[in-house]
């Protein structure tokens, strides 16, 4: 016969709340963080400067399909000043976009919806913007570095109500580049 049970039922109870404490540690393992869309552009051998830094939430389906949403619309000047929209949709795979809607670019004072933007596999120094049939190959130095989005002054310009946008070159050279293009 167990001359005093108290202890014995004290070292039970502590035991049942060491494995209760033990197990619920186990069960609550940090789960791996969503990668950014930085991060998924990077790893679809994109650059990650593709995308503005305001970049509000992503969705990415296993075809490729996505939906990226922004704090608000934006411009950012690259070698052509880039509109992007609150909302950028597509079609990613690796090495390109396809069926991209939401970015824009400006040539002579006109947007252009920019359709398809495309890298050289293997990597080179290029990126490639499809614009209608048109396709144009850029540096792509300059997509590497995620930027934030730039100042202007509010023009209206296409179907679009009111965009901050055009900023002047910071030289004559510039202006003389963009009309002879």
């Known amino acids: ?19 209760a404490a033990f ?12 990668p950014s869309a930085y991060d ?7 650059p990650r400067g593709l995308l503005p830094e305001s970049v509000k939430s992503y969705s990415l389906a296993e075809n490729g399909e996505f939906v990226v949403k922004l704090e608000r619309p934006c411009y950012i000047q690259f070698d052509y000043l880039i509109y992007y929209s609150a909302s950028i949709t597509g079609t990613l795979k690796y ?8 970015i824009e670019v400006q040539r002579f004072f006109l947007w252009f ?4 933007i495309k890298v050289d ?3 080179s120094d290029s990126i490639y913007f499809q614009v209608g049939f048109i396709n144009k190959k850029l540096d792509i130095q300059q997509f ?3 930027r934030s989005c ?4 509010s023009v209206t310009c296409r179907d679009h109500s009111s965009k901050q946008a055009i900023q002047l070159p910071d030289e004559v050279d510039e202006i003389q580049k963009l009309m002879a293009e």
């Open 1 to 19: 016969m167990i001359a005093n049970p108290k202890p014995l039922l004290f070292l039970a109870v502590i035991s049942i709340f060491l494995i």
């Open 23 to 34: 197990a619920t540690d186990l069960s609550i393992a940090p789960t791996p963080s969503k």
């Open 40 to 46: 998924i552009l990077s790893q679809f051998g994109l």
């Open 95 to 102: 090495g390109s976009i396809t069926d991209l809607k939401g």
């Open 113 to 116: 919806d920019v359709d398809e």
């Open 121 to 123: 596999l293997p990597p």
């Open 144 to 146: 590497q570095e995620i």
């Open 150 to 153: 730039g100042k202007g002054f």
